[in-house]
């Protein structure tokens, strides 16, 4: 277990709503990366937030955004969803300084019918 | 720009045989360099990291890696595998300066009994 939670496990949704997944860092990390691993792109840099702010963004659609709240727990908005947004969406969590280890979440299996 | 490259896509190896997963590397500086590791339905765990220490690398479940600058590869090894090992085998590089991970395409690793 790394420490790292990601909640919900799995989320079917269908094509154009918006989802929110929620994740919550190790204890004392401030940074949260957000990565998607789909089947035709493989693991993917999205979005990077620390303590509140973002970071560096990645391959993150318009679509998508993303907060860090003063809790520091992270969610992933994901709106006008369509059905190549399936894919299993990873949180991971690192201390804070850039060369930090990131810690990874389970993950949210997303399914867009 | 960094890149990953995973040279075998599926290994295949006999329990108690050695296991040799491949990766190359490009950078223009030293890189820190890890693999993952990701069993079916899970998320991602660090198997190990080279962060321009020393060149072997010890990781946990008796895997190791070594890195050589001359051959740019970063190869994954272990004496002996375990029914347990299998999975899915990730190398990654992060950029310098920066938390951002980059995933080589994967490389499924089964092992028969």
């Known amino acids: 277990d790394s420490g790292v939670t990601q909640t919900p496990k799995h989320l079917i949704t269908a094509t154009g709503q918006r989802v929110t997944l929620r994740c919550s860092p190790r204890s004392g990390d401030l940074s949260v990366y957000w990565y998607q691993q789909s089947l035709d792109q493989g693991l993917q840099f999205l979005i990077q937030y620390y303590n509140g702010e973002e970071r560096a963004k990645g391959n993150i659609l318009e679509r998508f955004s993303a907060q860090q709240f003063p809790d520091l727990h992270s969610e992933l908005n994901l709106s006008s969803l369509e059905l190549g947004d399936s894919a299993l969406y990873f949180c991971?969590?690192?201390?804070?300084?850039?060369?930090?280890?990131?810690?990874f979440g389970p993950g949210t299996r997303l399914l867009v019918l | 720009a960094q890149s990953v490259t995973q040279l075998d896509s599926h290994v295949s190896v006999s329990e108690g045989t050695p296991v040799l997963l491949r990766c190359n590397y490009s950078?223009?500086?030293?890189?820190?360099l890890f693999w993952y590791v990701q069993h079916p339905n899970k998320g991602l765990q660090l198997l190990l990291k080279y962060t321009s220490a020393a060149t072997l690398v010890k990781g946990i479940n008796g895997f190791e890696a070594e890195f050589k600058k001359s051959e740019t590869s970063f190869h994954l090894t272990k004496p002996s595998a375990h029914m347990s090992d299998a999975a899915e085998y990730f190398c990654?590089?992060?950029?310098?300066?920066?938390?951002?991970?980059?995933f080589g395409q994967g490389t499924e690793l089964s092992v028969k009994p």
């Open positions: 990654v590089v992060r950029l310098r300066g920066g938390g951002k991970l980059i």
């Open positions: 950078s223009s500086y030293s890189p820190s």
């Open positions: 991971a969590s690192s201390a804070g300084g850039l060369e930090e280890t990131q810690y």
